[in-house]
């Protein structure tokens, strides 16, 4: 199943706001069918955005407006301006050409995901990431496998964390970065199911992540078609848990990272860093070579898009506040690079 491709002339793609309710093809013709689909995430995660752009451009037909305007359809993943600018370069080959960098930016994100999930995983089961021993203290009630990444520490393997309870890893995350997010494989996500295909999985703990539930719709119904074992998690409930120990490590994808590391990603992120770097539990960014953006060289100049205040007052159509209720609604938020235990990518892995 392809999140999203090229089919006999068209843009098809999966419309994720019907998920896990039901499983729609949308089937775009034009730009700014694109554009809408974009905008209001049906098609989303950066990765696929960035297919998503590349393809885009095929249906512009080279209208400059049109460029633009898939290129701005949404401002904080740098994959959807990287992906129409990498097709965009063909247009003057002409259609054809455009099309087929747009199929090998999709193949690309195809092969990248794999990559990713396998360099993941061995990073997570091979004891290169270090964990001070378990502390002590109120939140340390159950055995907790949870340390801090550091390498000036008497440090525990990881392995040796799973080998005498012959368990697997315990993994939290927040909002969607499966296959959903990119064509086939996902990114952090992609790890764990990595991770599940090796028998190395325990537990994926999914934060809802609202306002728009990606976590709840989307990673519950993927990691149910993963036959994963997985639970839901209210996003309050993160940092705690978090404290309480019994996380391995927590997974994340990414939007759009700055030179310096510095990381922007589903709001709720940031609180969740906070929360590993508090309790010693290892946070790792799972993204593509593709996500990094070298010509912003911190968080600071990473646009941060606000979705406007409906999307907190309802939830999937039903009023939630009183009428008139205003609210705020960052869609994204940076995490600081020294809150980042590793970057992993389709090519390396980063400590930032
Ligand atoms: C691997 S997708 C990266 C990123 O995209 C998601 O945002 P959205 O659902 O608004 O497109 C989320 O931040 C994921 O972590």
Same mark, same amino acid.
């Given at each position: 199943?392809?999140?999203?491709?090229?089919?006999?002339?068209?843009?098809?793609?999966?419309?994720?706001?019907?998920?896990?309710?039901?499983?729609?093809?949308?089937?775009?013709?034009?730009?700014?069918?694109?554009?809408?689909?974009?905008?209001?995430?049906?098609?989303?995660?950066?990765?696929?955005?960035?297919?998503?752009?590349?393809?885009?451009?095929?249906?512009?037909?080279?209208?400059?407006?049109?460029?633009?305007?898939?290129?701005?359809?949404?401002?904080?993943?740098?994959?959807?301006?990287?992906?129409?600018?990498?097709?965009?370069?063909?247009?003057?080959?002409?259609?054809? #050409?455009?099309?087929?960098?747009? !199929? %090998? *930016?999709?193949?690309?994100?195809?092969?990248?995901? $794999? +990559?990713?999930? =396998? @360099? &993941?995983?061995?990073?997570?089961?091979?004891?290169?990431?270090?964990?001070?021993?378990?502390?002590?203290?109120?939140?340390?009630?159950?055995?907790?496998?949870?340390?801090?990444?550091?390498?000036?520490?008497?440090?525990?393997?990881?392995?040796?964390?799973? #080998?005498?309870?012959?368990?697997? !890893? %315990? *993994?939290?995350?927040?909002?969607?970065?499966?296959? $959903? +997010?990119?064509? =086939? @494989? &996902?990114?952090?996500?992609?790890?764990?199911?990595?991770?599940?295909?090796?028998?190395?999985?325990?537990?994926?703990?999914?934060?809802?992540?609202?306002?728009?539930?990606?976590?709840?719709?989307?990673?519950?119904?993927?990691?149910?078609?993963?036959?994963?074992?997985?639970?839901?998690?209210?996003?309050?409930?993160?940092?705690?848990?978090?404290?309480?120990?019994?996380?391995?490590?927590?997974?994340?994808?990414?939007?759009?990272?700055?030179?310096?590391?510095?990381?922007?990603?589903?709001?709720?992120?940031?609180?969740?860093?906070?929360?590993?770097?508090?309790?010693?539990?290892?946070?790792?960014?799972?993204?593509?070579?593709?996500?990094?953006?070298?010509?912003?060289?911190?968080?600071?100049?990473?646009?941060?898009?606000?979705?406007?205040?409906?999307?907190?007052?309802?939830?999937?159509?039903?009023?939630?506040?009183?009428?008139?209720?205003?609210?705020?609604?960052?869609?994204?938020?940076?995490?600081?690079?020294?809150?980042?235990?590793?970057?992993?990518?389709?090519?390396?892995?980063?400590?930032?």
């Amino acid at each position: 199943m392809r999140t999203i491709d090229w089919v006999d002339g068209a843009v098809e793609l999966i419309d994720q706001t019907r998920l896990p309710d039901e499983c729609v093809t949308l089937r775009i013709t034009t730009v700014d069918e694109l554009v809408d689909a974009i905008r209001r995430l049906a098609v989303r995660g950066a990765p696929a955005l960035g297919v998503a752009g590349a393809l885009g451009v095929v249906l512009s037909g080279g209208d400059p407006d049109a460029v633009a305007r898939l290129r701005a359809a949404r401002p904080t993943a740098v994959n959807l301006a990287w992906g129409v600018d990498q097709a965009a370069a063909w247009l003057p080959e002409g259609r054809a #050409a455009v099309l087929e960098a747009a !199929l %090998r *930016i999709r193949d690309e994100d195809i092969a990248a995901c $794999l +990559a990713m999930g =396998e @360099r &993941g995983a061995d990073l997570l089961t091979s004891g290169a990431l270090a964990s001070k021993a378990p502390t002590s203290g109120a939140f340390a009630s159950e055995a907790s496998t949870s340390g801090a990444f550091a390498s000036d520490l008497p440090a525990v393997d990881l392995p040796d964390l799973l #080998a005498p309870a012959g368990r697997g !890893l %315990r *993994i939290m995350t927040i909002c969607n970065t499966g296959g $959903l +997010a990119a064509v =086939e @494989r &996902g990114t952090a996500l992609g790890v764990a199911q990595t991770l599940h295909e090796r028998g190395l999985l325990a537990e994926v703990l999914a934060l809802e992540t609202r306002p728009l539930l990606q976590g709840a719709r989307l990673t519950a119904w993927e990691l149910a078609r993963m036959g994963a074992p997985h639970r839901l998690v209210a996003d309050g409930a993160g940092p705690y848990l978090l404290a309480r120990g019994g996380v391995d490590a927590v997974l994340v994808g990414a939007d759009r990272i700055a030179a310096n590391g510095d990381t922007a990603n589903k709001i709720g992120t940031y609180a969740l860093a906070l929360g590993a770097a508090r309790a010693g539990v290892p946070f790792l960014v799972v993204a593509p070579e593709t996500t990094i953006d070298v010509a912003t060289p911190t968080g600071a100049g990473i646009e941060i898009e606000d979705r406007g205040a409906e999307e907190i007052v309802t939830l999937r159509g039903t009023r939630l506040a009183p009428e008139g209720t205003d609210a705020v609604n960052p869609a994204f938020d940076v995490t600081p690079h020294d809150l980042i235990t590793a970057i992993v990518t389709d090519k390396r892995v980063i400590r930032p």
